[in-house]
């Protein structure tokens, strides 16, 4: 692919991902741990201009903290800096400030904070996807990371868990916004990005993003719980039907990683054990978690461990005779 294509792919993708950004922020649901910096930044710095006291936008932050990275980036290898890394802060910045300038009103209601969240979701992960896809030089903040990485000889997956849990910690602080987005925007990139950058791909982004919409998808369509003696066993025969379906699908198409399978790859080449071992463990751990933390464990659990991979098994199967790739 030509140099400047790659550019041009590479500042689509941070203008989409700015956009993203700026959506999800707009939402007050949570977002990245770098924009939960920004946003607690934002609300500790102000200019008085005559007798008005102006705040800093978002975009304009980015802008800024976005240059001292490329500053440091460049005093550690001078190499990692290019015109890209400037592309990359300008169109991030135009993207986060322009939903501000569209919707300059904070959103309210049950479902409108919600829809805000999942459509800057999806383009965050688009905007990233596109920005790895292009593979045209370091964006600010993995020269950022990248530079770190050089002076302590730490590994990079220890620097960006470092750095994110410190952004995360600070914006919180100064009274940035932490919530379901935050916890999304996790789940998108980091599990994913600190083994093995081989292992990213639209798909992964796509995955998480269709996987929470349909689990809120529920939520708003039956906000209270479901009562009586058959209801519950109907909705959990037809949800792990579900389940199973969308498994087999996704299996099916055989498009590239979800983020699970991602992340339990991940752990399989850090510690080299088998597949099923690192599953197994993970699937214990989660369980005991999530049983101390109050979560519910019961018949659908089981059919969930026992049932849903023979039937997806079988549905592959079916699939491949029915419809071969």
Known sequence: ?????RMMIAALGCLILGIGIGLCNHAQLGTDPFTVLLVGL?????????????????????????????????LVDRKMISIVSFLATFFTSTGIDLIGLLFPSPVHGQITPFIFLLIGELLYATGTSLCIFA???????????????????????????????????????????????????????????????KMISIVSFLATFFTSTGIDLIGLLFPSPVHGQITPFIFLLIGELLYATGTSLCIFANAGYDPYNSFLIGIQKLTGWKYKTVRWTVEIIFLLVGYLLGGTIGIGTAIALLLT???????????????PL
Request: charged letters at 15%; a positive charge; zero cysteines.
């Open 135 to 197: 593979n045209a030089g370091y964006d600010p903040y993995n020269s950022f990371l990248i530079g770190i990485q050089k002076l302590t000889g730490w590994k990079y997956k220890t620097v960006r868990w470092t750095v994110e849990i410190v952004f995360l910690l600070v914006g919180y602080l100064l009274g940035g916004t932490v919530g379901i987005g935050t916890a999304i925007a996790l789940l998108m990139t980091a599990p994913l990005a600190l083994v093995d950058r």
């Open 309 to 323: 991979a023979p039937l997806a098994e079988r549905m592959v199967s079916f699939l491949k005779q029915k419809w």
């Open 42 to 74: 934002q609300r500790h710095i102000r200019f008085v201009i005559g007798s008005r006291t102006v705040s800093v936008t978002i975009g304009i932050l980015n802008l800024g903290v976005a240059s001292l990275m490329i500053l440091f980036g460049f």
């Open 1 to 5: 692919m030509a140099k400047r294509k």
